[in-house]
């Protein structure tokens, strides 16, 4: 079975702080993706990478960046948090190959609180 | 830009019942694919079912199916026999340019026993 872990459930951070929120997938998936999700709001995109040193920018990527070194990590900075990304941050993975029919697969979710 | 739309916040039936989440979505693009997420509480996403835009029978997982219509770009999920464990946020999802997913505000599920 795929596994994507994050490294944190629960998160409290300062206003102003640098946040790192990693992300670490076990089945050599390509594609990798951190989401906002908010009630009312559904899951919002904020970056996504589909090769080791590559990323795109999401829906919402204002106030993030993210980095990626290796194949199976893929993590997502807060340089200076604020109030307003207090949220729940998703992280997903999934295969390149048309196989995979784009499914993609999640970990459980970091729960960041700001403030 | 793609988008999909889920009108019911809430939703709750009572055990052993049959629910419909709805779901809609709008793409210019001729091959796509859907999905159903499930989200129990303070657990992972994990995909329900899948359905391939080309294909004209709805996808059916055991209890789960979709009532697909392409035309009027609506993509329901059925769950028949509705159990406790399906208590849960379900999302609408369909597949954007380069792999992406775009996801439905969501539904939240009770189940009444």
């Known amino acids: 079975d795929v596994k994507v872990t994050q490294s944190s459930r629960y998160l409290v951070k300062r206003t102003g702080e640098k946040v790192f929120l990693e992300c670490v997938q076990d089945?050599?998936?390509?594609?990798m993706f951190w989401y906002r999700q908010d009630p009312g709001l559904g899951l919002r995109l904020i970056y996504f990478?589909?090769?080791?040193?590559?990323?795109e920018k999401g829906d919402i990527p204002e106030g993030y960046s993210v980095s990626r070194e290796k194949k199976e990590r893929f993590s997502l900075i807060l340089e200076s948090a604020s109030t307003n990304q207090t949220s729940m941050y998703l992280c997903?993975?999934?295969?390149?190959?048309?196989?995979?029919?784009?499914?993609?697969?999640f970990g459980p979710g970091t729960r960041l609180t700001v403030t | 830009a793609q988008t999909v739309t889920q009108s019911q916040p809430e939703m709750s039936v009572q055990e052993a019942e049959t629910v419909t989440l709805s779901c809609t979505y709008d793409?210019?693009?001729?091959?796509?694919?859907l999905f159903w997420y499930k989200q129990p509480p303070s657990r992972q996403m994990i995909l329900v079912i899948r359905?391939?835009?080309?294909?004209?029978q709805n996808a059916t997982e055991n209890r789960f199916s979709v009532n697909f219509q392409k035309a009027a770009k609506s993509f329901s999920l059925k769950i028949s026999d509705s159990q406790l464990g399906d208590a849960a946020m379900y999302f609408c999802?369909?597949?954007?340019?380069?792999?992406?997913?775009?996801f439905g505000q969501g539904t939240r599920l009770t189940i009444n026993p």
């Open positions: 997903a993975s999934s295969s390149a190959q048309t196989s995979g029919r784009y499914e993609q697969y």
């Open positions: 089945m050599d998936h390509e594609n």
């Open positions: 990478s589909y090769d080791v040193k590559m990323k």
């Open positions: 793409t210019s693009e001729s091959d796509y694919y």
């Open positions: 359905q391939e835009a080309y294909k004209q």
């Open positions: 999802a369909a597949v954007q340019g380069a792999q992406k997913l775009v």
